[in-house]
């Protein structure tokens, strides 16, 4: 299996991790139960699925009132996003 296709399939996995994640998080709250730490909300996203858990945020409406929320996801998700467009353009990078 190719790198590019492994970095595919892991970005694809942790976005829907995340998604699913706002999801479960948001079922919790709704029903009074034991929660997900706000940290493991943001290291899913910091770990490449911060699209997941930015669409997961306003379809479930889940933690939209929290500037750090509202802020940090998008902010996380705009520097992977340079990142990865200075990867691409990037002439050091050698993928096997």
């Not at 996380?76 to 990867?87: D, K, R």
């Amino acid at each position: 299996m190719d790198v590019i296709r492994v970095i595919i399939i892991y970005l694809v996995a942790l976005n829907l991790l995340g998604l699913g994640l706002m999801g479960l998080d948001k079922w919790k709250a709704m029903y009074h139960r034991w929660r997900i730490p706000e940290v493991h909300l943001f290291l899913v996203a910091f770990l490449g699925g911060s699209l997941g858990s930015l669409v997961g945020m306003y379809l479930f409406r889940h933690k939209t009132k929290r500037w750090y929320f509202r802020y940090g996801f998008p902010l996380i998700l705009g520097a992977q996003l340079v990142f990865g467009a200075w990867l691409i353009g990037s002439d050091k990078v050698v993928i096997m």
